[in-house]
Nanobody
Framework: QVQLVESGGGLVQPGGSLRLSCAASGTIFSINGMGWYRQAPGKQREVVATIPNAGSPIYADSVKGRFTISRDNGKNTVYLQMISLKPEDTAVYYC???????????????WGQGTLVTVSS
């Protein structure tokens, strides 16, 4: 069974930085798009950044210039480097990936369990 495991969340002061990691494990033939989403208390889940297998990443307007998404295909891992963090970035951050377990399988969307990022002084 394929799963995504996030790490790197925590408490940080405004203006600080954090780096989130998300590693995919299990039977993996290929991974297509990967991304990060977040859900703040009382709000709907929203996209933060996505990165295709090949091509340029896409960012939400609210994080452009502050967050950088990257991936290491050899490690089946996606990262989110966050700088200049603001209190409004406080949320549970989820990673997402479209994963295929075999050549004749369809891509399946998989979610991580989430990691909490709290930006507060």
């Amino acid at each position: 069974q394929v799963q995504l495991v996030e790490s790197g969340g925590g408490l940080v002061q405004p203006g600080g930085s954090l780096r989130l990691s998300c590693a995919a494990s299990g039977t993996i033939f290929s991974i297509n798009g990967m991304g990060w989403y977040r859900q703040a208390p009382g709000k709907q889940r929203e996209v933060v950044a996505t990165i295709p297998n090949a091509g340029s990443p896409i960012y939400a307007d609210s994080v452009k210039g502050r967050f950088t998404i990257s991936r290491d295909n050899g490690k089946n891992t996606v990262y989110l480097q966050m700088i200049s963090l603001k209190p409004e970035d406080t949320a549970v951050y989820y990673c997402n990936a479209k994963i295929r377990e075999g050549r004749h399988y369809n891509y399946v969307e998989v979610w991580g369990q989430g990691t909490l990022v709290t930006v507060s002084s």
